[in-house]
């Protein structure tokens, strides 16, 4: 979430796996080693995610990808949205770390960050019900490791009909079950970056109808960015049992993750140029493509937590992310149908505590949080400045324009977020039946999906004054106003002060969804036409509290350092007051459909065509906002509870023993109630992937084509027309790379044309191309060597630029992709 949101909100309150790129790649792992053989099980061919009955990519009217372990692990991600980002049609934005991934497909919006129209599952399961949540987005509590035996993804189709909150595709990671037996063990080293990380996965056998995978990984490290301490450190550990029987299995698995990481800040950058033809660069002693406003210095943030005690919360914790889940999967093949059963419960929570700058450059904002030391001491009417942090703690700052060689200081509004519990419990029972009438067949699903979803979170935020310095070495300045201190301790508040106090709020939500769906599928001999169906009902209960309510109490007066004294700081300190409960008591139902048409012209050839409709329920997101009554919790604009997603494609296939080609076109709209958001778009495009080999060499890639607007927009209608923010006309990835018995070696290109950086269409951000290239050497069997490097020419790509246009003193912030990253691995196998 960025600033223009926040102050509205004031003011309103990859490539594919080829059949024949599987079975190359099985012949060359089996000439290294039996570990990489076992790369190649996931099931290229045949894909079982978001359909009815798994079948082969050629017979089936969805466009869909897959992954194999061994094609993540020449990638090179350092996370699951960098892994996403080679699924074609996927737009996947990763600023390091392990969350805050902004994700979407086909040209659907991505208005606050996260997954809102795409869900992301573990083995079939949604990580979380809702991809969006504010500061808990599912790729918050998904780390890729050996465990992992590849990604699914399908992009529309029958997507919104077999599972929930769905209506742009799927994404599935789906974990080894110990069909292969043996081990591998690594540990990868950052070269030009601290890093340091041990891997581990073993499975196998326990008896012929008993077999069992497990594994994990423990790392630690500062990663690519300064900050002047460790922000990475924790780990995760897996699990499955699996039984077998005559007639199908039952397997049991579970979860343990520890993990702390950082995510990349919004960081100062100089702009130059005009909006159309700007030029972004990096400020004296500031480097906004490796620099970070994270230091060594500002230790920890103060302010009233959720029981209104005096916190202090380390930074270092960065994001915090922890989940404990059980699950249960069954499949039995019954009087001719075919039962498959999937259960998960997650015990899930964590902590975000991250510096933030408002926008410089905003419509809704009447001033600059960063500017030259003369203009904020200016505007807080301040006559001398000290060092509140850091070495030189308590001396008073002689010359301000001399500050961290820039001259510069930050308004600082410190995001501090309690995830108490997302807890939820899911389960997706189906049954399936196929007739067979010699030439042709019938296939009937029938299935009843149940989730219950908790979002239990509360923000209590800070607002301090800092100077601007990389190298993990920024500082909290104090001020003054002749005797009297404007600051304590570099606060200037123990709550928004920027925006009068709000966002110091507590989020007690329950979220109950049932959804029961089918479909039927006719297939005579080259023709296979399909329909399903799904009913979504769901009931929103629970509270809201804090100063974002209506009339309710911002600031209160608290000693917060105990001196027995109140500064003017200690009079600026939010809490949350339980005693004035914004209730949420609301429900919704919707119906999602698909249908197909599949037709194919021969052994290698097909053609499909698709239209869908589906749609996605709103969670906290439109809390604290006009769609809800703070009174009695009902709905003031019904239409705000989901979201319609209407989607059409078709498309051609192509496959042969040594070249894959996928062509599609599509067309989507939707509507869409967001924080300050109430809008419609429009988009079409088309998307295509390919595949070549021949011999040792191979190449796979994909490009998506789009071309999206807004089309309604009932709060702002001076966008209609503009382009969504972040959409760029093109993406593509392409991977080549040369395989043998003794070495494989090859690059990925993954590019952008550029993007506008808000919905005003004022200012762009530059398209970019990476490259991350990879090396792998087999000295002898069960031994690999790895060099991977991530971002290898340290491309300075922007992902979210904090502004609608040029500023008079040219500085804004911004997200960008990791700088440079080379790490090195050894992989035993065994």
């Known amino acids: 979430m960025n600033s223009r949101h ?64 061994q094609d993540i692990e020449v990638l090179g991600a350092r996370s699951v949205t960098e892994i996403f980002r080679d699924i074609p049609g996927m737009r996947a934005e990763a600023t390091g770390g392990e969350g805050f991934g902004n994700i979407s497909i086909r040209g659907l919006p991505i208005a606050l960050g996260g997954a809102k129209f795409l869900q992301i599952q573990e083995n079939g399961i949604p990580t979380l ?54 081990g591998s063990l ?85 702009v130059t140029g005009t909006g159309a033809d700007p030029h972004y660069g990096v400020l004296p002693g500031f480097d906004y493509t490796r620099d970070t406003l994270y230091s060594r210095n500002i230790v920890n943030n103060i302010a009233l937590d959720s029981n209104n005690r005096i916190a202090a919360n380390p930074y270092s914790d960065g994001v915090h992310s922890k989940m404990k889940s059980i699950g249960l999967e069954a499949k039995f093949d019954v009087a001719g149908w075919t039962i498959n059963e ?71 509004s410190n995001e501090d977020v309690t995830i108490n519990g997302v807890n939820n419990a899911i389960n997706d029972l189906r049954a399936s039946k196929v007739w067979d009438f010699g030439n042709s067949e019938l296939t009937f699903t029938a299935g009843y999906y149940k989730s219950i979803q908790d979002i239990d979170a509360a923000w209590t935020w800070s607002t301090t004054v800092s100077d601007i310095a990389g190298g993990g070495n920024a500082n909290l300045v104090n001020m003054a106003a002749g005797p009297f201190p404007l600051t304590q301790n570099g606060y200037l508040g123990y709550g928004s002060v920027l925006i009068a106090g709000l966002r110091h709020d507590r989020f007690d939500l329950n979220y109950n969804i049932d959804a029961p769906y089918g479909s039927l599928n006719w297939k005579s001999g080259p023709l296979s036409v399909g329909a399903s169906l799904r009913y979504d009902s769901g009931r929103a209960r629970g509270n809201l509290y804090g100063t974002s309510l209506p009339g309710a109490t911002r600031f209160s007066t608290v000693d917060i350092n105990g001196d027995g004294a109140i500064s003017l700081p200690e009079t600026r300190v939010s809490s949350i007051d339980y005693s004035r409960p914004g209730p949420v008591n609301y429900n919704y139902h919707y119906w999602s459909y698909s249908l197909s048409a599949n037709y194919r012209l021969a052994e290698n050839a097909s053609l499909f065509a698709r239209y869908s409709k589906g749609a996605r329920a709103n969670a906290d997101r439109i809390q604290f906002t006009s769609y809800v009554s703070p009174v009695d919790g009902s709905l003031l604009v019904p239409g705000a509870a989901f979201d319609p997603v209407q989607q059409a494609e078709g498309g051609v296939k192509y496959r042969s023993n040594h070249f894959e080609a ?23 495009g088309l998307e295509f992937e390919t595949a070549y080999r021949t011999g040792v060499f191979s190449m796979t890639g994909g490009a998506t084509w789009t071309k999206a607007k807004i089309t309604a927009d009932y709060l ?80 300075a790509g922007l992902v979210e630029v904090d502004g609608d246009f040029i500023p008079v003193n040219n500085i804004l912030t911004a997200r960008t992709i990791n700088p440079r990253t080379i790490s090195g691995s050894v992989r035993f196998d065994f």
């Open 716 to 795: 702002n209608p001076a966008t209609v027309g503009n382009v969504p923010k972040h959409q760029a006309d093109l993406i593509f990835q392409l991977t080549p790379k040369v395989e043998t018995r003794t070495f494989t070696i090859g690059a990925n290109f993954e590019g952008t044309t550029s993007s506008y950086s808000g919905d005003t269409n004022q200012l762009k951000m530059p398209g970019y191309v990476t490259v991350n290239a990879f090396v792998q050497v087999r000295p002898t069997k069960g031994v690999t060597l790895m060099l991977n490097a991530n971002n290898l020419f340290d491309k």
């Open 6 to 69: 926040l102050l509205l909100l004031a003011a309103t309150c990859a490539t594919p796996v080829p059949a024949f790129a599987a079975d190359a790649a099985d012949k060359s792992a089996d000439a290294a080693d039996k570990s990489a053989s076992a790369t190649a099980a996931p099931a290229g061919q045949l894909m079982t995610t978001g359909v009815a009955r798994a079948r082969d990519r050629l017979d089936s009217a969805t466009s869909t990808s897959t992954l194999n372990e």
């Open 342 to 412: 999937k259960f998960r419960y997650a015990d899930i929570s964590g902590h975000v505590t991250m510096p933030y700058t408002f926008a410089n450059a905003s419509a809704a904002l009447p001033f600059r949080s960063i500017d030259s030391a003369a203009a904020i001491m200016a505007m807080m009417h301040a006559t001398s400045l000290s060092w509140a942090t850091g070495p030189n703690a308590g001396q008073a700052i002689a010359d301000p324009s001399t500050i961290a060689g820039n001259g510069l200081l930050a308004l600082m």
């Open 662 to 684: 996928y062509l599609t076109g599509f067309w989507a709209k939707t509507r869409e109630h967001n924080i300050s958001l109430d809008r419609a778009y429009r988009a079409y």
């Open 129 to 182: 019900e809702f991809g969006d949540i504010a500061f808990a987005t599912a790729d918050q509590w998904l780390r890729p490791d050996l465990n992992l035996m590849g990604v699914q993804a399908i992009r529309g189709g029958s997507a919104s009909t077999f599972a929930s909150n769905s209506p742009g595709g799927i994404v599935n990671l789906i974990d080894k079950t110990g069909e292969v037996d043996g």
């Open 186 to 270: 690594m540990t990868t080293i950052g070269l030009d970056y601290n890093n340091q990380r041990v891997d581990f996965t073993y499975g196998g056998h326990l008896s012929h109808d008993l077999r069992f995978q497990l594994g994990g990984f423990y790392r630690t490290g500062s990663g690519a960015r300064e900050t002047g301490f460790d922000g990475f450190k924790g780990g995760q550990f897996k699990f499955n049992v699996t039984k077998d029987f005559d007639n199908g299995f039952v397997r049991i698995y579970g979860k343990l993750l520890d993990d702390k990481t950082l995510p990349a800040t919004y960081a100062p950058v100089l």
